[in-house]
């Protein structure tokens, strides 16, 4: 009997890639693919699903992790893995504590994710032992502090220095400091450039766990 596979993920280049690796197998079945990770729960209830490609970040701000939480209690024989772009320390713990099998990131190769499917359907849980090292301009995201990082994350998300200083204890002064070290670091001549290229790098997300 096949394994039937539901691939959710709204990026139009990987799910092309997913349904080629499903498609043509003798092993899997394609159950679908669904671009909004809000229609993951009705979907499971009118289709028969054994495994969850899960993205992260899909379409209409739907967040996979939330959608991942729902499945596995109301369907906990269905094999849940992430996978995600995304290099955020808070990806990860969020997907542990959600109760996911597994989690692979985008930007290793098809045998990997081959072998992370195969290995979760045998009962294992495979979660890499850190986010990815992404790069940022001329700088390495392991390069910037925790506390650096989590301010990139807040400013993305609209707050002003005033209001990151107060939610991470930090004097505004200081979080003005840490965020021109930053721009020098990673060879930017402006603030701008730097959220920019943060969050094409994709080391700064708004599912972190602030």
């Known amino acids: 009997m096949k394994t039937h596979v539901l691939i959710v993920e709204d990026n139009k280049y990987m799910l092309e890639f997913f349904e080629e690796m499903f498609r043509g197998s003798s092993r899997f079945a394609l159950a679908g ?25 899909t379409l209409h701000g739907h967040s996979g992790l939330d959608a991942a939480e729902c499945i596995r209690r109301q369907f906990p024989s269905i094999k849940i893995v992430v996978v995600t772009s995304l290099a955020d320390a808070g990806v990860l713990k969020k997907a542990r504590q959600m109760g996911v099998d597994s989690l692979w990131y985008k930007d ?13 359907l045998a009962g294992e849980h495979i979660f890499p032992d850190r986010e ?24 993305i998300r609209g707050n002003s220095y ?47 766990t602030l």
């Open 108 to 120: 290793h190769g098809e045998d990997e994710i081959t072998d992370v499917v195969e290995r979760t």
């Open 132 to 155: 990815p090292n992404v790069e940022i301009g001329a700088a390495w995201s392991d390069e910037l502090s925790e506390t650096q990082k989590n301010i990139l994350r807040l400013y």
């Open 33 to 57: 693919t669904l671009r909004d990770a809000g229609q993951t729960e009705y979907f499971c209830r009118a289709n028969s699903v054994d495994l969850i490609l899960m993205d992260v970040q």
């Open 162 to 208: 005033s209001a990151i200083g107060k939610k991470l204890f930090l004097e505004e002064a200081t979080v003005k400091y840490h965020m021109n070290q930053m721009i020098q670091k990673c060879g930017f001549r402006t603030k701008q450039e730097l959220i920019a290229a943060a969050i094409e790098s994709t080391a700064i997300t708004a599912m972190g």
